[in-house]
Each structure stands twice: as C-alpha cells, then as structure tokens.
C-alpha cells in the first residue's frame, strides 16, 4: 500500500510546483510561499527526499520574508534545517548549519509566543545533535523540549520526546 500514497504524494508534489510557478508568475509572493512550504513539508514528510524538501523550504522563507505570515515563515526556517540534518545524517556527515538553522526556528517560536512549536524544534534540534554524535547536548535538549511540552500541557509531543531520550539513553548505554 506504500506505493499508492508515495504515487499521490509525487503528484502532489507536482501540484505544488506547479502552484508556486504560477503564483510567482503572478507576482504573488506570500501565496508562492505557502505552495513551497506545502511543497517542502510534502517532500519531507511523504517523500523523504531531504534534498528537494530543504531547497523548497529555502524558497519559501524567502518568499515569505516580510510578508507578515512570521509563523510560516518559521515553519519554513524549522523545516530546511529539519531536511539539512536528516540530508546530512544519511550521508554520513555532520552539518553544523542544520542545527544553527532549526534553532533559528526555535527562536522565532519563541518570539512568536508560539511554546509547543518552539520546544517541537527544540525536539528536533536534539535529533540534529544526537546525528552528529553530541549525545549530552541531545540529551538536555530532549530533557528541556519535555519540559516544555508539560508545561504547555502538550502531551502527546511530550511522550514522542521521551521517547527519544529513552532511544538516546539505551544508545548511550
């Protein structure tokens, strides 16, 4: 069944591309950034092609910058550094900018008042330390994102976190 959902998926990647150049053929900005965030989640979620989803999500900060829409634009930040670390993981090498960028998001959660998000990248900023083998800091940030999603009363997320710190610590032995 993983292939009809990866064929759906590829076509709406399509569907979004298709979107972005029109609307920047419009010269709607904002509106080609959220096709290219789309895009970008879509290909990093369903498609797991780290490459093209960082390159989308790259498109649609920019596109955004300025546009008023902070969140999205957060998002688009959150998920090119999401994509660069997981690019950066399959390839066998560490990408210290991948961390940089999904803290970056953090702060823009944060300064947005937006507490689940920000730990959400805080959670993720742990996976990019614990790829590049920083197992302490991955720690504490798992710990801290925890944290954060109990006293947002979020906790679903606060399960998947502890989950990874418990992954993390039978890592860590």
């Keep these: 069944m993983a292939e009809p959902q990866a064929g759906g998926a590829a076509e709406r990647a ?4 298709q979107l972005e150049r029109s609307w920047l053929a419009l010269g709607e900005r904002e509106l080609a950034g959220e096709a290219a965030l789309q895009l970008a989640a879509l290909r990093y979620v369903d ?9 989308a999500a790259g498109r649609a900060a920019d596109a955004l910058r300025g546009s ?6 957060a998002d688009a930040t959150l998920l ?3 994509a ?17 960028t999904i803290l970056e998001a953090r702060r823009q959660y944060q300064s947005l008042q937006l507490p689940v998000a920000a ?3 805080l959670n993720y900023a742990g996976m990019a330390q614990f790829y590049q083998a920083e197992v302490a800091a991955a720690v504490n940030s798992f710990a ?10 979020a906790n679903a997320p606060r399960r998947a976190v502890l989950q990874n ?3 993390v610590q039978t890592d860590r032995g």
């Design 14 to 17: 399509r569907l979004f591309e």
């Design 47 to 55: 498609l797991e092609q780290w490459s093209e989803a960082g390159a």
């Design 68 to 73: 008023g829409a902070a969140k999205e634009q």
């Design 80 to 82: 090119r550094g999401i």
């Design 84 to 100: 660069a670390s997981e690019l950066s993981r399959a390839r066998g090498k560490a990408d210290v900018a991948a961390l940089g």
């Design 119 to 121: 730990a959400e990248a």
């Design 144 to 153: 801290e994102a925890a944290d954060e999603f109990r006293r947002a009363a």
């Design 165 to 167: 710190l418990a992954v």
